[in-house]
């Protein structure tokens, strides 16, 4: 292991301020690195108790060697004190959640911090004012939030680095509700040493990475950001949501996290100079990295749609349009075998409309015709589950025909109960799966953007 | 009773072409009939079968007298017919869920239907090609979609009528998983008889409609519409979705419910000058709808923050700018009242920052002191549930001080699982809730421009 990996992968990790009362920060991260399924060695750091949740305490954690990870809990003032405890047991990594220093103005101890962390420079450090880490595939999880408060994501392919601790929290957790896959959540707080440039620098070689999310409040080092953005969009797509855009924003932001929140129309034009994707609101975050992270590149920008309810795809057609996009006409042969298979009131022109009497293998077939087509790019499902003929298979059909990876598909399915579980199973199959054609059409271009910058757009 | 009210609260109704078989749409209506709690009496008419779930039918409807409503659900052919039988028997309002009519091309049923429908004038006709009502308080339920499949609203302030029964039905499953309140809905499909013009009348008039939302997709009568919507915004807002605004989105709308749909810019400037309030997506008409339905009107701009997460106040007072609004600033007694309760962290300039140790108590006292204050117009709480001091009654203490409507207050509270059974409980009370700053913003815009329409506004 080197650099920023004894965050992700350590074996030992040590919770320094452990405390056996139920509320307190140092107890509820043990828990949850428990409960996390953390199969290393997990100690905690108390000089005070003797055990914590079954597990032996140390004193201090001088008493531990090759310590890769330790987690630091305690009250700001004595923060610098720790730090250098752990640079004498040369410690590889270190979280400092603790809050309470430039973010609240208090530099005396933020400078003392800063003059503990130059005396181990070999010891990286993330925060402090930060949670920290969330690795479900190595169950490393230093959130300091009950899992029955704060859902934890299933293992996937998104990667997200995130300034604030409640932003980035929260939406892991309504990612969870939406069974969205994460693999590497970052809360890099007031980034005294590890930075947002380092961690994209980190994700891009990371291989189970395949899209880079970032929500940033600061521009700190604005240009070291971008070009490093830059580099890195050419590899593996960054979303990024950046907070503190307005003035009222900004002054916001000044004093959350300590940063200089850089202004707004300079800001959007670097993201794009730099081909970061630029989100406007968590949703679209989330939308834009689960498409460019689970679809392949396309050709062009011809959408097919496909849907059982009219009046969805009249909104989706209009979304799609106001988007750039075009709307695709299926070759005339496949136009003819569709025609076989659907009911008579169906539209056959640029929407392929099969009623409320629509069948799964209805879909099945109009999306082999659809993925075979020369004069279609991109293919939207619109799905409405209420139509009684339409059995439970529709999902797994579309898993199977989305794992073909020949052309994007993704899913509009609005509603309630019933359908919510019916796109969580396509979701952790990685189908995109979108409430509203809004939100569809704005991510298909995205993820058009995406691919003319990467030079897969033939036309 | 005279008009409309026989769609809303007849005692007798009767289904046209009821079955005993489980999938047949004349056998959903039955159920769902039943299910929503009709206390009328309820008669199935099948000229073939004796009795169907336990009730009596009978061969026709010349059969039953005084007929507030009948449900048709037979072939387009042989609606011409029915109707003729409804109109003998002196039905007084009629529903044809029944499709295959103009809106595929089927112009000879159409002059058939029509011809038929001439000749009973009294006889009120929703349809065809419609979901028909629900209006859950009389137990009026003719979706003719399982409950299994389709969630059902509870009982609201918002009246909902949809020219599209597939937008219509999915955004009631929706807004059930979400426990938004609707009071009436109506699927009027292709309107040969009861029109959007002439709904919006009636439920202008309704006392339990606060809000009326459409989504509509053409304009055959659009001056008439806007004229009515003008007069009618004075009393009840109307917010109001089009589909169809782009020129693909229109060749879909097209054939869709045979209506032509108008061009966008001259209808999005109509609506404007008409004061019904425009929503861009299915989620603003029902953002909007919420705020202004249960919301009281503003005085002006100026909103006051108040969060337990910096980072969101951060999006949050972006968006407010964005969208026109102000920030307010306490009144200066006030904020010295409020920093002897808030904690040394929190951040006390135009956003109220009670940090992750806010209580439950501070979040009472700061939106006590925003409510009288006099530089501030609407209350934006933004409530983040995991921080560990927050206990459960911070929803109900929420609920008890908007029931003052003293001033607008609305939620903000992001993320999963946990959060959302909270937001339920609130939106049970009627206090808007919003997952994300965004959409939070663009609805307390859309209550100030209607504020300052009804001349509330005075500042």
């Known amino acids: 292991?080197?650099?920023?990996?004894?965050?992700?992968?350590?074996?030992?990790?040590?919770?320094?301020?452990?405390?056996?009362?139920?509320?307190?920060?140092?107890?509820?991260?043990?828990?949850?690195?428990?409960?996390?399924?953390?199969?290393?060695?997990?100690?905690?750091?108390?000089?005070?108790?003797?055990?914590?949740?079954?597990?032996?305490?140390?004193?201090?954690?001088?008493?531990?060697?090759?310590?890769?990870?330790?987690?630091?809990?305690?009250?700001?003032?004595?923060?610098?004190?720790?730090?250098?405890?752990?640079?004498?047991?040369?410690?590889?990594?270190?979280?400092?959640?603790?809050?309470?220093?430039?973010?609240?103005?208090?530099?005396?101890?933020?400078?003392?911090?800063?003059?503990?962390?130059?005396?181990?420079?070999?010891?990286?450090?993330?925060?402090?004012?930060?949670?920290?880490?969330?690795?479900?595939k190595k169950g490393i999880d230093t959130l300091f939030l009950p899992y029955e408060r704060l859902g934890r994501t299933p293992h996937g392919r998104i990667s997200f680095a995130s300034q604030s601790g409640a932003v980035g929290s929260t939406l892991i957790d309504w990612a969870s509700m939406k069974s969205y896959g994460i693999n590497k959540f970052i809360s890099f707080g007031n980034a005294l040493d590890v930075n947002v440039t380092e961690l994209l620098e980190y994700l891009n070689k990371d291989k189970e990475t395949k899209v880079i999310c970032l929500y940033i409040e600061g521009l700190e080092e604005g240009r070291k950001l971008l070009k490093t953005g830059k580099k890195v969009s050419k590899n593996t797509p960054i979303v990024v949501l950046k907070g503190g855009v307005t003035e009222a924003g900004k002054t916001a932001a000044v004093s959350h996290?300590?940063?200089?929140?850089?202004?707004?129309r300079v800001v959007k034009a670097a993201f794009k100079q730099s081909h970061m994707v630029e989100a406007k609101s968590f949703e679209q975050l989330f939308n834009f990295a689960r498409v460019l992270s689970n679809e392949p590149l396309t050709k062009g920008k011809k959408v097919q749609i496909i849907t059982d309810g009219g009046g969805y795809a009249v909104l989706a057609a209009d979304a799609l349009i106001e988007n750039g996009l075009e709307l695709a006409l299926m070759e005339k042969k496949n136009l003819n075998s569709l025609k076989k298979i659907v009911p008579v009131f169906a539209e056959l022109k640029n929407v392929i409309d099969l009623t409320g009497d629509a069948t799964t293998e209805m879909y099945k077939k109009a999306t082999e015709l659809a993925l075979k087509d020369k004069n279609i790019d991109m293919i939207l499902l619109i799905v409405l589950f209420p139509p009684p003929l339409l059995d439970k298979n529709i999902v797994y059909e579309?898993?199977?025909?989305?794992?073909?990876?020949?052309?994007?598909?993704?899913v509009v399915s609005a509603s309630g109960n019933y359908t919510e579980s019916q796109k969580k199973i396509m979701e952790k199959q990685f189908v995109p799966t979108f409430t509203f054609p809004k939100d569809a059409a704005e991510s298909l271009k995205a993820l058009y953007d995406y691919s003319l910058f990467r030079g897969k757009v033939k036309r």
Do not use: W
Request: hydrophobic share 45%.
């Open 398 to 410: 579309i898993i199977k025909l989305h794992k073909k990876q020949i052309k994007p598909i993704i």
């Open 257 to 264: 996290t300590g940063s200089i929140a850089g202004e707004a």
């Open 1 to 136: 292991m080197k650099g920023l990996d004894y965050f992700f992968f350590p074996k030992k990790v040590a919770v320094i301020g452990a405390s056996e009362k139920a509320n307190k920060i140092g107890n509820v991260i043990m828990k949850n690195m428990i409960k996390a399924g953390f199969k290393g060695k997990l100690i905690p750091v108390n000089p005070k108790t003797k055990k914590i949740l079954g597990k032996k305490c140390v004193k201090t954690v001088k008493e531990i060697n090759n310590l890769d990870l330790a987690v630091i809990a305690v009250p700001a003032k004595i923060v610098p004190k720790i730090i250098r405890e752990c640079g004498q047991a040369k410690t590889k990594a270190v979280i400092i959640v603790s809050a309470g220093f430039n973010e609240v103005g208090n530099m005396t101890v933020t400078k003392e911090l800063f003059k503990a962390m130059q005396e181990f420079p070999d010891m990286r450090v993330l925060g402090p004012n930060c949670l920290g880490i969330l690795h479900v």
